[in-house]
């Protein structure tokens, strides 16, 4: 994969993060989701000096109610893993 290639591929894959990231005030989607690229590796992350509330978007709440969003970063991370095996035609294997 050439150099552009990989990072159109590492924006991509923060695009689907951002788009499943629950919406309220915007700052956890358009502020907090972030890629980093280091030779051939790309770090997708949420910057939680931004967004220190991200943790509990994703987890179960304990008083009681349902978290609405519960899952949504582990959702986001297997769309992704499929789109990075699409897009490198390479195969998925659960672990």
Do not use: S
């Not at 008083?63 to 893993?81: L, Q, S």
């Amino acid at each position: 994969m050439r150099p552009f290639e990989f990072y159109t591929l590492c924006r991509e894959c923060q695009e689907i993060l951002k788009a499943a990231a629950p919406y309220k005030t915007g700052n956890l989607r358009y502020n907090a989701i972030k890629f980093e690229i280091t030779g051939d590796t790309c770090r997708l992350y949420v910057d939680e000096k931004i967004a220190p509330y991200m943790k509990y978007t994703n987890e179960p709440w304990t008083n009681g109610m349902k978290n609405p969003n519960e899952g949504w970063f582990d959702r986001a991370a297997k769309k992704i893993a499929q789109h990075i095996a699409e897009r490198t035609r390479g195969d998925l294997h659960n672990a």
